[in-house]
């Protein structure tokens, strides 16, 4: 996919747009953060896996009933985030922020937002593993972690530390366009929110 010419980009909408994308581990905090940016800083989220689940939830079966084991093509989703970020608005500048992704690679969900233009911020969400073992634990309402699953869970976390040099050789070329910030999200909802609001207010 081309990167579009971001200035090109705004004078054909009419508007300013500015997105910024959250990354990390599932658990890691990336809803929170978003849902912070929204709620104290009106941003309006873009959540592809909602997204994908309504699309989903319109997907038939023979029997013209819901179809729960129907698949949605991670195209039919773009196409409706394509929708969402460039639908008429009345605003002059409009914010979003990506609340993670469906695509299976990081690079192909970037790949994707190329044709918004360049974020203008990257969250990077970090929290230990025994926070996300937790909140793993509270969501599933679970006694522990599932043994099975714990040296997946390791891997991904030792993985999940390159991620910012891997977004940092992506792009490389515009890094003075783009604040990459990092997030720790083992604190309370009360002081992330606090640092969230400080770091992005006018």
Same mark, same amino acid.
């Given at each position: 996919m081309n990167t579009w010419d971001y200035s090109v980009f705004e004078e054909k909408l009419g508007k300013k747009i500015e997105f910024g994308l959250t990354l990390g581990l599932s658990f890691s905090g990336k809803t929170e953060i978003s849902k912070i940016l929204k709620t104290n800083l009106d941003f309006t989220v873009v959540d592809m896996k909602a997204i994908h689940d309504k699309i989903k939830s319109t997907k038939m079966n023979e029997d013209g009933e819901p179809d729960p084991e129907a698949e949605v093509p991670v195209g039919e989703v773009e196409a409706a985030v394509v929708k969402v970020i460039t639908g008429p608005t009345t605003k002059k500048r409009v914010k979003f922020i990506f609340d993670g992704y469906i695509h299976e690679k990081q690079e192909d969900f970037i790949a994707f937002t190329e044709q918004f233009g360049v974020p203008t911020f990257i969250l990077k969400c970090n929290a230990d593993i025994e926070t996300l073992k937790k909140r793993f634990c509270t969501k599933n309402e679970a006694d522990s972690y599932p043994e099975d699953d714990l040296e997946k869970l390791k891997a991904s976390v030792e993985a999940d530390v390159k991620v910012i040099e891997s977004i940092e050789t992506k792009f490389e070329d515009v890094? &003075?366009?783009?604040?990459?910030?990092?997030? &720790?999200?083992?604190?309370?909802?009360?002081?992330?929110?606090?640092?969230?609001?400080?770091?992005?207010?006018p």
């Amino acid at each position: 996919m081309n990167t579009w010419d971001y200035s090109v980009f705004e004078e054909k909408l009419g508007k300013k747009i500015e997105f910024g994308l959250t990354l990390g581990l599932s658990f890691s905090g990336k809803t929170e953060i978003s849902k912070i940016l929204k709620t104290n800083l009106d941003f309006t989220v873009v959540d592809m896996k909602a997204i994908h689940d309504k699309i989903k939830s319109t997907k038939m079966n023979e029997d013209g009933e819901p179809d729960p084991e129907a698949e949605v093509p991670v195209g039919e989703v773009e196409a409706a985030v394509v929708k969402v970020i460039t639908g008429p608005t009345t605003k002059k500048r409009v914010k979003f922020i990506f609340d993670g992704y469906i695509h299976e690679k990081q690079e192909d969900f970037i790949a994707f937002t190329e044709q918004f233009g360049v974020p203008t911020f990257i969250l990077k969400c970090n929290a230990d593993i025994e926070t996300l073992k937790k909140r793993f634990c509270t969501k599933n309402e679970a006694d522990s972690y599932p043994e099975d699953d714990l040296e997946k869970l390791k891997a991904s976390v030792e993985a999940d530390v390159k991620v910012i040099e891997s977004i940092e050789t992506k792009f490389e070329d515009v890094l &003075d366009r783009i604040e990459i910030i990092e997030i &720790d999200c083992n604190k309370s909802i009360e002081t992330t929110t606090k640092l969230i609001v400080q770091k992005f207010s006018p």
